[in-house]
């Protein structure tokens, strides 16, 4: 079993940054696919980028690639989302979730275990 509890979500203006963190619990959640998804109110939960276990392939949307970061900390079991020039379509709730799989996928279904979420909210 692994809990995943996201933190760093906040209210930032246009062209401004956050830094979304993940903590995750449980011996082999080093050994997990993790990924950050997003909804926006009144729309789908939508990928944004994914990592594997070993942090050595990334994935990314394609509005997001070049502006966000996604990025692990196996030692501290912790998977990092650097988001900069944010812009008020960023706008939603984010969620980190983590699968019993290595290498990264945009598949929401795929994955087994998700955090609460934190929300995100870029003004113009």
């Known amino acids: 079993q692994v809990q995943m509890v996201e933190s760093g979500g906040g209210l930032v203006q246009a062209g401004g940054s956050l830094r979304l963190s993940c903590a995750a619990s449980?011996?082999?959640?080093?050994?997990?696919?993790m990924g950050w998804f997003r909804q926006a109110p009144g729309k789908e939960r939508e990928f944004v980028a994914a990592?594997?276990?070993?942090?050595?392939?990334?994935q990314y949307r394609d509005d997001v690639n070049g502006r966000f970061t996604i990025s692990r900390d196996n030692a501290k079991n912790t998977v990092y989302l650097q988001m900069n020039s944010l812009k008020p379509e960023d706008t939603a709730v984010y969620y980190c979730?983590?699968?019993?799989?290595?290498?990264?996928?945009?598949?929401?279904?795929?994955?087994?275990?998700w955090g609460q979420g934190t929300q995100v909210t870029v003004s113009s």
């Open positions: 979730a983590a699968g019993r799989f290595r290498l990264p996928t945009s598949e929401v279904f795929k994955y087994d275990y």
């Open positions: 449980g011996r082999t959640a080093a050994y997990y696919a």
């Open positions: 990592i594997s276990w070993s942090g050595g392939n990334t």
